[in-house]
């Protein structure tokens, strides 16, 4: 399918249960879609709510409206209605995602870390490992750190790690929120050449780069979310 993600009037606010209840609209009419093989990039303002829309998108936060249709498998998936396990097999085979800090896990070596979701989704564990070797030499972790748990890595090592991770298996669709926050320059240019080869892999990528040059290389197109604005505190 061309455009596997559509997003149609999606509305989000928070309820802050210790503040009387008081309701912070975030933002309302979301719509947009991405096609196979572009990358799409949320633009605007501090708090304008890129990372809550990347989250709805990957079912960590409810929707309060609209849908979010996903091609998954053979049919299409309403992700702001998926039951809970329909959310867990869309992030295992459909949608990927690269959050800006790497979830440790104590005593699982960074090469199972980045080798894991291709495991999950079947793949013999020497292959997995050798292909997380391969990305981890491009993403220049230093190979005496491959066997280590990657907790007390820098906060380079450990974006690294992470992007190795979520760039290792084939989601048609990947969701990048800040994957170069804490690189240097040739590190971001490895991340630059990892999303152009999927893009010219069909994958659909959404994500936030604050940083300029990498939203210059990577953005076919910047979805402006200050276009969603949903209005000002309401009790
Ligand atoms: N879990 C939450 N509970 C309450 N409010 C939240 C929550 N997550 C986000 N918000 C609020 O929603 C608004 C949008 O936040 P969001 O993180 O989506 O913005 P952003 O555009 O990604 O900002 P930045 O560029 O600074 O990361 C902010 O006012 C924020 O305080």
New binding site residues.
């Given amino acids: 399918m061309a455009t596997p993600l559509v997003v149609s009037d999606v509305a989000?606010s928070?309820t802050?249960h210790l503040r009387d209840g008081i309701r912070?609209p975030?933002?309302a009419g979301v719509s947009f879609s991405i096609r196979s093989g572009e990358c799409a990039v949320?633009g605007?303002?501090?708090?304008?709510?890129?990372?809550?829309?990347?989250?709805m998108l990957y079912g960590n936060?409810a929707v309060d409206a609209g849908q979010i249709i996903v091609q998954h498998e053979d049919g299409l998936i309403d992700l702001a209605t998926a039951s809970p396990r329909m959310v867990l097999a869309v992030r295992r085979l459909t949608i990927g995602y690269v959050s800006q800090f790497l979830r440790t896990v104590p005593r699982v070596s960074a090469l199972d870390v980045v080798a894991e979701p291709l495991v999950e989704r079947g793949e013999d564990p020497d292959v997995a490992r050798n292909k997380a070797r391969a990305l981890l030499a491009q993403l220049n972790l230093p190979e005496k750190l491959w066997m280590l748990p990657p907790a007390t890595f820098s906060g380079g090592e450990q974006q690294r790690v992470n992007i190795a991770r979520g760039f290792i298996t084939e989601h048609p669709i990947l969701l990048l929120d800040?994957p170069t926050a804490s690189l240097d320059a040739s590190n971001r240019d490895v991340v630059i050449a990892l999303i152009a080869a999927k893009k010219a892999a069909g994958v659909a990528l959404l994500g936030?780069f604050?940083d300029h040059d990498v939203r210059e290389a990577v953005a076919d197109r910047v979805i402006d979310?200050t276009a969603f604005a949903a209005g000002k505190i309401a009790a």
């Fill in positions: 989000k928070f802050m912070l975030v933002v949320l605007g303002p501090s708090g304008a709510g890129k990372s809550s829309i990347l989250k936060y800040e936030i604050h979310v």
